[in-house]
């Protein structure tokens, strides 16, 4: 027989408000006190409540020697539930509110080999909701991290509660993503609750001046002229009324648009070629050729949004379901970008990414399986041969050389009144039959 199980190694997180320590809540003195100092732990000192947390290791030295913030928080939930492990128990201490903009928090609820506490504590939307005046459900106030300012505010007029500024270079990009000043006056936040505080009316065209910004500096905008991503916006309501106000445009379907597509798509790499045509001695490339590229990917854009719009009208799913299914899809095919999985170059990067898209895809049962049927067949036939290993050992020749013997083989067949393009799927669907 064996004895119950074990309880799991616990962390405690409390939080140290939003300013000094007298602002800290007597459930995170009781907490810090039910833990030997050897058993407490700060995620940085720098914060005004942190020299409260008596005989504490913080993890500023992860923040120091760090490539970046991204891989400071996993190592410090490894460290804290290595911690747990050897003592039982652990308090964690971090700024402000365990519940609020708490990465590391996330985190630790992910793990299954610890048991997690989280105890409450005054955050610093308290404090900014006091300041301000405002009951923030009453006003409908969207809070924003600072540092995914022009993604997490895209298609948002305010207000908004803008958080995590904690550099004038974050402050500089808040500032460049609104395309125009908003409407009423905006309010940065300093210091809350500390003896140098500040509640400050700033002019937007200055925002970025503010020097002192840290990670205890927020803003509130009441109200933005247009909203963040704004073009967006317009271009989406623009093809919103195609479909409901153009005859030629309510009447368009997906299979009706699809020569568009393909011909857009052909467009745009005639006007890719004429770019690199452009390009002089120097390197640089005409502003015709810059001009071009940009209006051939605003007519493929089109084509994405009409056929979205249409989607969107059959309740299938929205533009913001397209974006997002291709965020997930890259996200999950580049572990080496947002995961920890290391490559050695291109090779191992295309190896990765076919390994798994094999797994996202049902399992082929003819070579053909997955290549779109509308390829054109002299990109079909080669695609084909290598899936069914017939492709021969490499053979290098020119870029002159192949489209010589190209060009001389349609010259040789061109009288004979068959459609070559036809002719040649012909052979292919033959040949994997065969």
């Known amino acids: 027989m064996t004895g119950p199980a074990a309880a799991r190694p616990t962390v405690v997180v409390v939080g140290l408000g939003p300013g000094g320590a007298d602002l800290l809540a007597p ?17 940085t000192r ?34 804290l539930a290595a911690a747990a492990s050897r003592h039982g128990r652990v308090v964690y201490a971090v700024p402000g509110s365990p519940l609020v903009a708490e990465r590391t928090v996330e985190l630790l609820r992910q793990r299954n080999d610890i048991a997690l506490e989280v105890v409450p504590a005054m955050s610093f939307l308290d404090l900014c909701w006091a300041r301000l005046g405002i009951d923030p459900l009453a006003r409908g106030v969207r809070l924003v991290d600072g540092h995914r300012f022009a993604v997490e505010a895209a298609g948002e007029r305010g207000p908004l509660l ?62 933005l002229r247009s909203p963040v991503a704004g073009e967006l916006q317009r271009f989406s309501e623009t093809v919103r009324r195609l479909r409901d106000e153009c005859p030629w445009d309510r009447v368009q379907t997906h299979e009706s648009l699809t020569r568009y597509v393909v011909e857009e798509a052909y467009e745009l790499v005639d ?15 005409s502003a015709e050729a810059v001009d071009a590229l940009r209006d051939e990917l605003g007519d493929l854009l089109l084509q994405v949004f009409l056929h979205t719009r249409i989607a ?30 290391e490559v050695a170059d291109v090779g191992e990067v295309v190896a990765n990414w076919q390994a798994i898209k094999a797994t996202e895809k049902p399992e082929r049962t003819g070579p053909l399986d997955g290549l779109p049927a509308g390829l054109p067949a002299l990109v079909l036939a080669p695609k ?23 060009l001389a083989l349609v010259k040789e067949l061109s009288g004979t009144g068959v459609d070559l393009e036809a002719a040649l799927r012909d052979a292919v669907h033959r040949s994997v039959q065969g």
């Open 46 to 79: 720098v914060h005004p409540a942190a020299a409260a947390v008596e005989g504490a290791a913080s993890f500023d030295q992860l923040y120091e020697s760090a490539s970046d913030l991204a891989s400071v928080y996993p190592a410090i939930v490894d460290r």
């Open 271 to 285: 006007s890719i070629s004429a770019l690199a045509a452009s390009r002089d001695e120097e390197g640089d490339v």
């Open 384 to 406: 084909a041969l290598k899936r069914l290993g017939q492709v021969p050992p490499a053979d290098p020749a020119s870029l002159e050389a192949v489209g010589d013997r190209l």
């Open 312 to 341: 969107e009208q059959a309740a299938w799913f929205t533009l913001a379901d397209v974006a997002s299914t291709v965020n997930e899809k890259m996200v999950r095919r580049h572990p080496h970008v947002f995961g920890d999985v």
């Open 162 to 223: 803008v958080a995590q500024l904690d550099s004038a270079l974050v402050l500089s990009d808040v500032k460049l993503a609104v395309e125009e000043e908003p409407v009423l006056p905006v309010t940065l936040l300093h210091h809350l609750g500390l003896p140098d505080e500040q509640v400050m009316t700033i002019a937007w065209e200055v925002l970025d001046h503010f020097t002192a910004a840290d990670h205890l500096t927020s803003l509130w905008i009441p109200e």
């Open 27 to 43: 459930a995170t003195g009781n907490a810090l006190a039910s833990v030997p100092r050897a058993a407490r732990f700060l995620r």
